[in-house]
């Protein structure tokens, strides 16, 4: 079975800075996908940054960029020239490449950051 | 379009009562997901549909946890007898098709459940 782990249950940045959120994973499949969601007060899940386990390349969306490390098994986000709209809870989160019959393709989440930006 | 809703927003019951989620899905996704948030803690995977098939319930929490999905689409989540250890956020997700990378799960924005 897959694991996911956020190690900070809390982090702050002042707004403008640079602050990076840590997770890591455990997983005996060689082809993943894994991703970044941001959770804020309204409860919506959102899509935030996504990563293709066979791609090497770091993904990359606005400010929002990833450090993928295969075999570290690790997977940070970092936030350049925070806002104050970043505020919320993120998640980090594993799904399987290949579909299950019994679960699809469920996402398997980390226990989640809250993220305070401070103006 | 529409994204995926959920109805109620919030739901308080007392301890014993049975209550029924909804879920709305996106029109035309076949695959339908539940999970649940409890406090504190991350989603935890309950149930899948794949249509109006769930190929596996052993993700529910216990036997008074049921769901079904009628014409592939509307999903209900019903909890009978209710405990305190139910309060949580259940959270409904669909997507186009099960697998793929391209095929991104969109949330609805939860039902709070509170058992008084």
């Given at each position: 079975?897959?694991?996911?782990?956020?190690?900070?249950?809390?982090?702050?940045?002042?707004?403008?800075e640079?602050v990076?959120?840590?997770?890591?994973?455990?997983?005996?499949e060689?082809?993943?996908?894994?991703?970044?969601?941001?959770?804020p007060?309204?409860?919506?899940?959102?899509?935030?940054i996504?990563?293709e386990?066979?791609?090497?390349?770091n993904?990359?969306?606005?400010?929002?960029?990833?450090?993928?490390?295969?075999?570290?098994?690790?997977?940070s986000?970092?936030?350049?020239?925070?806002?104050l709209?970043?505020?919320?809870?993120?998640?980090?989160?594993?799904?399987?490449a290949?579909?299950?019959?019994?679960?699809?393709?469920?996402?398997?989440?980390g226990?989640?950051t809250?993220l305070?930006?401070?103006? | 379009?529409?994204?995926v809703?959920?109805?109620?927003?919030?739901?308080?019951?007392?301890?014993?009562?049975?209550?029924?989620?909804?879920?709305?899905?996106?029109?035309?996704?076949?695959?339908?997901?539940?999970?649940?948030?409890?406090?504190?803690?991350g989603?935890?995977?309950l149930?899948?549909?794949?249509?109006?098939?769930a190929?596996?319930?052993s993700?529910?929490?216990?036997d008074?946890?049921?769901?079904?999905r009628?014409?592939?689409?509307?999903?209900?989540?019903?909890?009978?007898?209710?405990?305190?250890?139910?309060?949580?956020?259940?959270?409904?997700?669909?997507?186009?098709?099960?697998?793929?990378?391209?095929?991104?799960q969109?949330?609805?924005?939860?039902?709070?459940?509170?058992v008084?």
């Amino acid at each position: 079975a897959q694991t996911v782990t956020q190690s900070q249950p809390e982090m702050s940045v002042q707004e403008a800075e640079t602050v990076t959120l840590s997770c890591t994973y455990d997983t005996s499949e060689s082809d993943y996908y894994l991703f970044w969601y941001k959770q804020p007060p309204s409860r919506q899940m959102i899509l935030v940054i996504r990563q293709e386990a066979y791609k090497q390349q770091n993904a990359t969306e606005n400010r929002f960029s990833v450090n993928f490390q295969k075999a570290a098994k690790s997977f940070s986000l970092k936030i350049s020239d925070s806002q104050l709209g970043d505020a919320a809870m993120y998640f980090c989160a594993y799904r399987s490449a290949f579909e299950q019959e019994t679960s699809g393709s469920r996402l398997t989440f980390g226990e989640g950051t809250q993220l305070t930006v401070n103006p | 379009g529409a994204g995926v809703s959920q109805s109620p927003s919030n739901k308080v019951t007392e301890k014993g009562k049975d209550v029924e989620l909804r879920c709305d899905p996106i029109s035309g996704h076949t695959a339908l997901y539940w999970y649940r948030q409890s406090l504190g803690q991350g989603l935890e995977f309950l149930i899948y549909f794949q249509g109006n098939s769930a190929p596996d319930k052993s993700g529910l929490p216990s036997d008074r946890f049921s769901a079904e999905r009628t014409g592939g689409s509307v999903s209900t989540l019903t909890i009978q007898r209710t405990q305190q250890e139910d309060s949580a956020v259940y959270l409904c997700a669909s997507s186009l098709r099960p697998s793929g990378i391209e095929y991104e799960q969109y949330f609805g924005p939860g039902t709070r459940l509170t058992v008084t």
